[in-house]
């Protein structure tokens, strides 16, 4: 990733082959979103990988920029949620607020 990339980019995750199963081969991300990768979801025999976004904010408020690039290779699967659904909450002095899922 280039480095002007990072600084508009809250989240990348790639998801690869790797022995067969797939895998999160990269994750990167920063305020205002955070990424978790839980190790044990479902079934052994279930060949899939879960991400959960969370916000610091409980939502999206006021002057969030956030911008997540999800690359998932072939063969692969993954799910890619929430805990809950994503509040928005009320803009302040005109904050515009944004969420980009690629």
Do not use: H, N
């Amino acid at each position: 990733m280039a480095e002007t990339e990072t600084e508009t980019t809250s989240g990348v995750v790639t998801v690869e082959k790797v022995r067969g199963r797939s895998t999160i081969t990269r994750c990167f991300f920063k305020y205002p979103l955070k990424l978790i990768l839980p190790k044990k979801v479902g079934s052994s025999q279930v060949d899939a990988v879960w991400i959960y976004a969370l916000s610091y904010g409980g939502g999206i408020v006021s002057g969030d920029q956030i911008s997540c690039k999800i690359s998932v290779g072939d063969g692969c699967t993954a799910s890619f949620t929430t805990q809950a659904s994503t509040k928005v909450y009320k803009s302040v002095d005109s904050k515009c607020s944004e969420q980009v899922l690629e």
